[in-house]
């Protein structure tokens, strides 16, 4: 057998072995065998110099060819079982990706306070700055500088809680306006989040509740301001087709006074058991501020004039969420409060 | 007050349908419905009672033969009253009564045709007495339904706010309608004769009482009133009594005007209308005896109070079936002394409700004749005399109402001539001047219209709030502030629920027996007229609250918690906002992979460390790093497994599991904890300041500034350093001294605490050294490391280092 038949055949065994070698090892073993130091190719190679200068030239030139045709079968061949064994160790790693996961998750709002918190960024991104005041409140705040005397029919509206100190706790956050009033000089646009409480209890009225109370005054406030403004809030709550209707009404501490209703959010104004059939939802109280109140806290109501509003939170709540009893709001049993993990 | 639409018809031409009607006045500003009087129900006749015989085997009921005009009917009743002539409305086989349809029945062989039926059965009245009997005239053989107007008639229902007394009559109602709908009102006026012959005997000795007047009517007679009359006060939700008591509610409801009778012939001398003496009693028409105070006004004779005025009569002077002369009275009271007394006595009648609110003084003798021309229509008898006292005739105010006026607070122009027509469709005379109108304010509308801007309303609600276009008014920057309060809180609140507590919202008042069971003083402020005694007492912090949600909860078998609160605590002078944390078993559970292959299920639970560490990132994250922890004494927390929070030597709040023994007399889990951060100071007092020390909102309003420190040019030498220290030793302590020891140490890190024998603890310390300006010499880091441990073996007695 010439040399250039051996060649040959050693790399047709090469490949027969190279599609033999199942793993890097082996793999490692046929290039020893062959292309090693003292391998089968080095060893023809050696006996190249027993031939004639032309012969030489052409078997050399085969064996380098050769060569390189091992080499780079040999570097498939490697990449081929390196990559198995990747394969092999990420399929090792492998994991249930649909296990629940391990982490805290986030805590539930309270949704009552999660409303009082949108209503009140409305406001606050419009410019009206929040204020606050306690929740045992002076009758003479509640009540007296409030256009609400003593023995007026009014004061029934609203059944106080009085405390043992003489004070009560505040039935509205009417109050926090007298108390702004008189810490600062108009013009003011401000609301007030907060608790306050009433004797009453029933599936609509809890004895403690949430209200926010608006009041803005400058030199023009106008009730048609009062209308706009009142307008983008409840539009930004319920959407910007909410019917929304001014019914004339009475407060003591505005004049004139309006209730505000909105299109019944649940049957869209057909009429339903929550409209009680009217197909409106009274929303909120408002007006313009009375000019006692403004005699009270030494405003000129000749010079200024202003408006107020004031809304219950739970109501809204219950509206949005559909609850129909407003208890179950402070039962913080958590198979209710946990059904509110996503609000803000 | 509900009022049939056809008593409303008497005073106005009105061809609008009711419903039209009720939704106007809802827009206008009186709250009203419309709906059908009862319900149609076919089957009802109206029958004469031919003959009335006891039922031979049945005691108790009575066999009657009645007759619509063309059949007999045998007819077996329980009720006694009925009698030979009367008619009576017959439910015949196959009727369909709001609970029962009638099928005929034997009472002892004996069959019934059909059933007598009373106001009750057919759905109007809430309890009748017995059955419903017609006037004796009332023909025969028509449809009963139709003749009560069953299904057909309309009623308004309305509900006033409190300023418009106005409206609390038929005729008030009717005169609102006709402004709405621009309707001239109509009024036929009483036509009566009253002799001068016995004039009352009236004295006024109180200045509470307005007007008084009487009117004697002699040699009536105590009947039913007629059919017509006692529909009316059925349909507007009354019960009829007699011709005399009827005709008083019929003209209250009508004018407005409460009226009362009194038997004459039980008065003894003259009437005294006075202030009541402290203790006097009074048995009134209730039967109820009531004691009186010097405040209340009372209608006396010479020996004793036979009314308490303006709100009850009494029974010693009350109209009965033998009354055969009456003194009629109408009167204006002091709205203020009514409500008082009224309240005090726990008493509202129809008559309480109007004089509280207002009542149109000057239309007194009108509705009076009314009510005389009434009882004179269903008796004989004869009004013999009268007397009117009125020491302080009305003088109407005038009241002026400027066109800018209108402009400045409604923000639309109506002009002068506009609100004239407006005011006088409410029947409120009013004149153009330069400037607007003015009006001249009827007795009616005294107690709502007392200034210009109570015009502007009265202008505005007419015209319709709906049709002014809003505005958007420019908000003006002048003194704007951000309200920073409101934003803390509302990043506390989404900093714990990142944290995986959820939000409650707890009533802010609690019991007694809480505070008992925790071993605390209940706080002092009280709530004096409270619902509930588990709800009487102003909580003086949160833990009382949330311990009682817990309990709750357990109770709903939810054992895991992690709650929150924000919200008040209550003291003598100022309120509180606190965070109030509880927690208790797991915070998260789920699974864990190992090596790859294996999952297995694994939690965190709370512990007291874990509490801290959620609470101590609450604080960094208000940019306070400087917290000090030290031993309370809180009574409800384990007395080694709890801690008051100190920032800058203020107390700021606490943390702490619950004590064993209380958790088993509360019936929690022993592993609860709970923790309370102050927040704000809410003072009540206007001029107190309300950035007070000891709270965290004021800490981080007081902060420093972070200041950028250069980073660190040469590299850090690492050391570990393990101390053996006493076992009791608090750590914090030795970290703080550790930090200080030396210029050169730039961080120090706890990496283990374990106990060893002979009472003592192993504490690990990796410690880096750097030097600002220079890289730092292993023989220089030893050298202050000898120095360090030499330091702290003079503070820390038995500190030793472990090699």
Redesign the interface.
């Known amino acids: 057998m010439g040399l250039k038949e051996e060649l040959l055949t050693l790399k047709e065994e090469i490949t027969k072995n190279l599609e033999k070698a199942s793993n890097i090892q082996t793999l490692e073993e046929v290039r020893t065998q062959f292309l090693g130091k003292k391998g089968r190719l080095k060893h023809i190679l050696k006996t190249l110099g027993k031939l004639s200068p032309e012969e030489r030239k052409e078997i050399g030139k085969l064996a380098n060819s050769i060569k390189e045709y091992i080499e780079q079968q040999i570097k498939e061949k490697e990449n081929i079982l390196k990559n198995l064994l990747l394969q092999e160790k990420l399929q090792k790693e492998k994991v249930d990706i649909t296990l629940p996961s391990f982490w805290l998750d986030i805590g539930a709002s309270h949704p009552v306070i999660s409303t009082l918190v949108e209503i009140s960024e409305i406001f606050l991104s419009m410019g009206f700055s929040i204020e606050e005041g306690p929740e045992i409140e002076f009758e003479e705040y509640n009540f007296d500088m409030l256009n609400i005397p003593k023995d007026h029919p009014a004061r029934d509206m609203q059944d106080t809680f009085f405390l043992n100190n003489g004070m009560l706790l505040r039935t509205h956050t009417s109050p926090v306006q007298i108390r702004t009033m008189l810490k600062r000089n108009p013009p003011i646009a401000m609301i007030a989040p907060g608790r306050v409480y009433r004797k009453d209890a029933d599936p609509t009225h809890s004895p403690m509740f949430h209200q926010i109370e608006g009041l803005m005054i400058d030199k023009d406030i106008t009730f048609k301001d009062l209308k706009g403004i009142l307008k983008i809030f409840l539009e930004n709550v319920f959407g910007k087709d909410i019917p929304i209707r001014f019914r004339p009404s009475y407060f003591p501490f505005t004049e004139p006074s309006a209730e505000v209703d909105i299109g019944c959010t649940v049957c869209k104004g057909k009429g339903c058991r929550v409209c009680k059939g009217t197909g409106w939802l009274e929303i909120l109280g408002c007006g313009m501020v009375d000019p006692n109140v403004f005699k009270a806290v030494d405003i000129d109501p000749e010079e200024y004039t202003g408006f107020a509003f004031g809304l219950g939170i739970e109501r809204i709540t219950m509206l949005k969420y559909q609850i129909g009893d407003i208890r179950i709001l402070f039962e913080n049993n958590m198979n209710f409060n946990n059904q509110f993990k996503g609000l803000r | 007050m509900k009022v049939p639409y056809s008593w409303i018809k008497e005073f106005l031409d009105i061809e609008i349908p009711a419903d039209k009607v009720a939704e106007k006045l809802?827009?206008?500003?009186i709250e009203a419905v419309s709906y059908k009087f009862g319900q149609y129900i076919p089957g009802l006749t109206t029958v004469k009672v031919l003959s009335v015989k006891k039922h031979p085997e049945k005691e108790r009921l009575l066999i009657t033969k009645v007759t619509d005009g063309k059949k007999e009917y045998q007819v077996i009743t329980a009720d006694q009253n009925i009698k030979e002539g009367q008619v009576v409305i017959l439910a015949k086989t196959g009727a369909k009564l709001p609970n029962r349809e009638i099928k005929p029945v034997t009472f002892g062989n004996i069959q019934s045709q059909g059933m007598f039926v009373s106001l009750q059965e057919l759905g109007i009245e809430e309890s009748s007495e017995g059955i419903f009997v017609l006037d004796e005239d009332t023909p025969i053989g028509i449809d009963a339904s139709k003749l009560l107007g069953l299904g057909e008639e309309d009623i308004i229902e309305i509900e006033i706010?409190?300023?418009?007394a106005d409206v609390l009559s038929v005729k008030g109602l009717a005169r609102e309608i006709g402004a709405i709908f621009d309707i001239k009102r109509k009024e036929k006026y009483p036509i009566v004769s009253i002799m001068q012959e016995i004039i009352p005997q009236i004295q006024l000795k109180t200045e509470k009482t307005y007007r008084y007047r009487g009117v004697i009517i002699k040699n009536i007679e105590v009947t039913q009133s007629p059919l017509n009359i006692r529909l009316r006060l059925i349909k507007a939700g009354q019960k009829p009594i007699n011709n005399i008591v009827d005709a008083t509610n019929y003209i209250l409801l009508q004018e407005g005007q409460p009226l009362h009778a009194f038997d004459l012939d039980k008065i003894q001398g003259q009437i005294i209308v006075r202030q009541a003496k402290d203790g006097e009693t009074i048995t009134t028409l209730d039967r109820e005896e009531r004691k009186l105070k010097k405040t209340d006004i009372v209608i006396a004779d010479e020996e004793k109070p036979i009314a308490i005025a303006g709100i009850i009569g009494g029974e010693n002077t009350k109209v009965d079936q033998n009354t055969k002369n009456i003194l009629l009275e109408a009167a204006v009271f002091d709205s203020?002394s009514i409500?008082?007394t009224a309240k005090r006595l726990a008493v509202s009648t129809e008559s309480s409700y109007r004089f509280?609110?207002g009542v149109d003084i000057e239309n007194l003798p009108n509705a009076q004749d009314k009510a005389v021309e009434l009882i004179l229509k269903t008796t004989q008898g004869k009004a013999v005399g009268e007397k009117d006292i009125y020491p302080k005739p009305y003088t109407p105010k005038l009241i002026h109402l400027r066109e800018k006026t209108v402009?400045?607070?409604?923000?639309?122009v109506i002009l002068k001539e506009e609100s004239k027509e407006i005011l006088e469709r409410l029947e409120i005379p009013t004149e153009i001047t330069d400037e607007g109108t003015v009006s001249t304010i009827p007795a009616f509308r005294k107690f709502d219209l007392e200034?210009e801007?109570?015009l502007?309303?009265e202008v505005?609600?007419l015209k319709g709030?709906?049709n002014?276009?809003?505005?958007?008014?420019k908000?003006?920057?002048?003194?704007?502030?951000?309200?920073e309060?409101?934003k803390f809180e509302?990043q506390a609140?989404d900093f714990?629920?990142?944290?995986?507590?959820?939000?409650?919202?707890?009533?802010?008042?609690v019991g007694e027996q809480i505070y008992k069971t925790l071993g605390i003083e209940p706080p002092?402020?009280?709530?004096?007229?409270?619902?509930l005694k588990s709800?009487s007492i102003?909580r003086d912090n949160l833990a009382v609250s949330l311990i009682q949600?817990f309990q709750?909860?357990i109770k709903?078998q939810?054992k895991d918690?992690?709650?929150?609160e924000i919200?008040?605590a209550?003291f003598?002078k100022?309120?509180e906002i606190r965070i109030g944390i509880l927690v208790h078993g797991n915070?998260?559970k789920?699974?864990?992979?190992t090596q790859?292959?294996n999952?297995f299920s694994?939690s965190v639970t709370w512990d007291f460390l874990k509490l801290k560490g959620l609470i101590e990132s609450y604080i960094h994250s208000l940019g306070i790093f400087d917290i000090l922890y030290k031993k309370t004494n809180i009574p409800y927390l384990h007395p080694f497994h709890s801690a008051q929070i100190d920032i800058q030597n203020q107390n700021i709040g606490y943390i702490g599991k619950i004590h064993p023994e209380k958790a088993q007399k509360l019936e929690i889990p022993e592993n609860t904890y709970v923790a309370e951060l102050k927040l704000r100071y809410?003072?009540?007092d206007?001029k107190e300041e309300p950035l007070k020390k000891g709270y965290l909102y004021t800490l981080y309003k007081q902060k420093d500034t972070v200041i950028f420190k250069e980073l660190p040019k040469y590299p850090s030498v690492k050391r570990d350093l393990a101390f053996l220290v006493d076992e009791n030793l608090e750590l914090d302590k030795l970290i703080k001294a550790l930090k200080e020891s030396s210029k050169l140490i730039d961080k120090v890190e706890l990496f283990d605490v374990y106990f060893v024998e002979n009472g003592k603890k192993s504490i690990a310390f990796s410690v880096e050294f750097r030097a600002s300006d220079r890289s730092l010499s292993d023989e220089e880091v030893n050298q202050e490391v000898e120095n360090i441990i030499k330091q702290l073996q003079k503070s820390f007695k038995g500190l030793t280092l472990r090699v």
């Open positions: 809802n827009t206008t500003g706010t409190p300023n418009r203020i409500r008082k509280e609110r402009l400045k607070v409604l923000g639309e200034r801007i109570d502007v309303e505005g609600r709030f709906d002014f276009a809003p505005s958007y008014p908000l003006s920057l002048e003194g704007f502030k951000k309200s309060e409101f509302v609140r714990l629920r990142a944290n995986g507590l959820t939000e409650v919202v707890n009533y802010t008042f002092k402020i009280r709530i004096v007229n409270y619902l709800q102003m949600t709750e909860n709903y939810n918690i992690s709650i929150f919200s008040s209550f003598p100022h309120e915070i998260i789920g699974y864990k992979y790859g292959e999952q694994t809410i003072p009540r206007l």
